[in-house]
């Protein structure tokens, strides 16, 4: 493997665009904030030693498949409910999400309705910002109809308990 100075470059332009909504994903996906840290360098890793072999059109695609593989590889290995999240740190959901705010324990609890791929789906699509066809791609070519059907189910369900944490907060509220 020779990387030359400009992929060199190019390469750490990648990282600096793409590291942050990776471990933010990689969060979602549920995995430990301090076994996402690791992770995010592992896929990396694995993403610098084939980046000469990778078009540059296909690098986001290549780097989401690393990534939604360890993550499900590394959640086969802990339980979820064994994940500490902060309940203070407050995160915006933008986009389809009417840029509601969330607690990121109420996010987390919505997301554990979700199927996996119905999580993967609303992530890539609605969270890192990737197109149908990209999504496709990244979920193991997978029919882009299919990506449509978990994107849309996954956001539905992701709606309603948002919703219906936010009816609970309201009742709480009034009883007060």
């Known amino acids: 493997m020779t990387i030359d100075i400009q992929q060199d470059k190019d390469f750490d332009a990648f990282y600096d665009a793409h ?10 996906m549920g995995i430990a904030p301090n076994e996402a840290e690791e992770t995010v360098n592992d896929c990396f890793a694995a993403l610098f ?7 540059a059109g296909k690098r986001r695609v290549y780097l ?8 499900y590889r590394r959640r086969s290995f802990t339980s979820q409910s064994s994940v500490d999240f ?11 999400f009417g840029r509601k705010e969330a607690d990121r324990v ?3 609890a919505a997301l554990s309705h979700l199927t996996d791929r119905e999580r993967e789906a609303v992530l890539l699509r609605y969270y890192v910002g990737c197109g149908i066809e990209e999504s496709a791609m990244i979920m193991d070519n997978i029919e882009p109809n299919s990506v449509e059907r978990y994107a849309s189910h996954g956001h539905d369900k992701l709606s309603l308990a ?13 009883s007060s």
């Open 49 to 55: 030693f084939c980046w000469p072999d990778v078009p």
């Open 64 to 71: 989401y498949r690393i990534v939604t593989n360890e993550a």
């Open 86 to 96: 902060p309940k203070a740190k407050q995160v915006t959901l933008v986009g389809d």
């Open 19 to 28: 590291q942050e909504r990776v471990f933010g994903f990689l969060i979602w």
């Open 106 to 108: 109420v996010m987390h």
């Open 162 to 174: 948002l919703t219906a944490d936010e009816r609970q907060d309201d009742a709480g509220d009034r």
